[in-house]
């Protein structure tokens, strides 16, 4: 999500005002990309560095908070949760988030799924270079992640982006 850590817009919360907000939510700070502003008539100014005013901030689930999601749920409803949750960490490089994250919840998987979810971790699905952003990137490491089950899903389950939805869909 895009913070700004100097008021841009009338009424606006700031960084601080988010995330204290999200805190509560059990949603942790991975990554911050700031991006910062030069003063006017200083552009030309060796200096690389301006103030920092807004960024894009990247926060995901705490493992508390994963418990919570998926306490009420049937076992191939967590199954999903999880696996949708180590994709994530997959497509941003947290790979050791994604490992903290199999070993808490191994429990949900097969002897060969977690085999196959430690060799996504050894050669991840996305490289750093490719620089991954969005949904359509989350979509892709999800497709792959499925690919390697055994067995795979139903032809009829596929995760699809439209929108502001990320999900999956399954007529059965």
Not at 81 to 104: K, P, Q, S, T
Not at 126 to 153: E, F, N, W, Y
Request: hydrophobic fraction near 40%.
């Amino acid at each position: 999500m895009e913070v700004e850590f100097a008021p841009l817009y009338q009424n606006q919360p700031l960084f601080a005002d988010v995330h204290t907000f999200l805190q509560p939510f059990g949603l942790e700070l991975f990554d911050l990309r700031p991006i910062y502003w030069k003063r006017r008539g200083h552009n030309a100014s060796p200096q690389r560095k301006g103030q920092i005013i807004y960024g894009d901030a990247l926060y995901l689930a705490s493992l508390e908070r994963v418990n919570q999601l998926i306490a009420a749920r049937n076992a191939a409803e967590r199954k999903h949760v999880v696996l949708h949750l180590i994709a994530i960490c997959l497509v941003y490089g947290y790979l050791d988030y994604a490992a903290e994250i199999v070993e808490n919840f191994g429990d949900l998987f097969s002897t060969a799924e977690r085999e196959i979810l430690a060799d996504a971790l050894a050669y991840p699905i996305v490289t750093p270079s490719s620089s991954p952003t969005g949904k359509a990137a989350i979509v892709r490491a999800l497709q792959r992640l499925l690919r390697r089950l055994d067995p795979p899903p139903p032809p009829t389950f596929r995760f699809f982006g439209s929108g502001t939805y990320l999900g999956n869909t399954d007529s059965n």
